[in-house]
């Protein structure tokens, strides 16, 4: 979970999380000054993507690189921090992102919350174009845009407080990072992808009859373990596990390797059919296409000759522009 500055309509309160707040007494109208001080501040450092707002990186990872606050900002929020979220394809450009949580007064329901948004805001929003409405978890939230800046608030609620995250920043004019794999894959990416899922196969088939025993790396739990070898750019996050066989007809039980493929952009049904072919041609000439009608999620699913061995291939989707695939293999344990 990112770490998040927590302000409590009066003080600072620095923490990691959305801990349970105690607010100190403050009237609605000072909070409305405080709230509206804050995006102030976050606004007039977005044409300059915060510089001299945010210190040296603290993370990073494939899709953004994430800053500690500093200067004008961290007087507000030392905790809260600056992000450069990195472009989704041609779909969402590169953006800097100013980001942090606001708590209401202890008994606030979400409406309430957002008519104090809507006060603290307001004033400073009038030159902005505002769209309102609510999300798959039912929160609400209130987007202001003008041009290619932003403010997002959009409330959380709990059982001990209610609150909105709010997020300033602006997008630019010109990409300086795209994540990788997000835009329509090369014919070189293309080739990378399936080398490396024919080394799932070739390494995952080789020891699915022993159990995956000399891929299996940390344990994460009982009979759960990271995969301890690479398989390439494009497949990652190989887990190995066992599903123990119980009694009964139906009871048989299974050790699985299960690896996703990174978050692809494209076309999804080429992309798929490009996976499905993949692993047609690299597995062995004993194997067939299942005719078990129970593929569970899986949208192709092969057994070797003796149906003890099983290779999935399943299509889910990572976010509103991309697909990323799951494929595993089973070894098939006799029930009990």
Request: charged share 25%.
């Amino acid at each position: 979970m990112r770490p998040t500055a927590v302000l409590l309509l009066a003080a600072l309160l620095l923490a990691a999380g959305r801990p349970t707040p105690t607010p100190p007494p403050m009237t609605t109208a000072q909070a409305v000054v405080q709230l509206r001080g804050i995006v102030q501040r976050g606004l007039a450092l977005v044409p300059r993507n915060f510089a001299g707002g945010y210190g040296p990186a603290t993370r990073s990872s494939d899709e953004a690189r994430h800053y500690r606050v500093a200067g004008s900002l961290a007087t507000h929020c030392a905790t809260c921090e600056v992000i450069d979220e990195y472009a989704i394809g041609t779909n969402v450009r590169e953006r800097w992102v100013y980001e942090f949580d606001y708590y209401g007064h202890k008994g606030w329901k979400r409406g309430r919350m957002i008519e104090f948004v809507e006060s603290a805001l307001g004033p400073l929003m009038r030159s902005f174009d505002l769209q309102t409405g609510s999300t798959d978890d039912g929160e609400t939230y209130l987007d202001w845009r003008s041009n290619d800046t932003f403010v997002y608030v959009e409330t959380f609620s709990g059982k001990d407080a209610t609150g909105v995250e709010v997020r300033i920043g602006h997008y630019l004019k010109k990409n300086a990072h795209v994540v990788k794999f997000s835009s329509p894959l090369s014919s070189d990416e293309k080739t990378q992808l399936k080398n490396d899922v024919k080394n799932v196969l070739a390494l995952g088939l080789a020891n699915a009859p022993t159990d995956f025993t000399t891929l299996r790396g940390k344990s994460y739990a009982s009979e759960s373990f990271a995969a301890n070898v690479s398989f390439g750019e494009t497949v990652g996050g190989c887990t190995i596990s066992e599903t123990p066989p119980t009694s009964g007809a139906n009871g048989a039980g299974y050790w699985e390797l299960t690896c996703q493929t990174a978050a692809l952009g494209g076309d999804q049904k080429e992309l798929l059919e490009l996976l499905r072919s993949t692993i047609w041609d690299a597995l062995p000439g004993s194997y067939k296409t299942s005719a078990d009608a129970d593929k569970g999620a899986a949208d192709y699913r092969w057994e070797d000759g003796t149906a003890q061995i099983t290779v999935s291939l399943a299509q889910r989707t990572y976010d509103d522009y991309r697909d990323d695939y799951e494929i595993s293999i089973r070894h098939w344990l006799p029930s009990r």
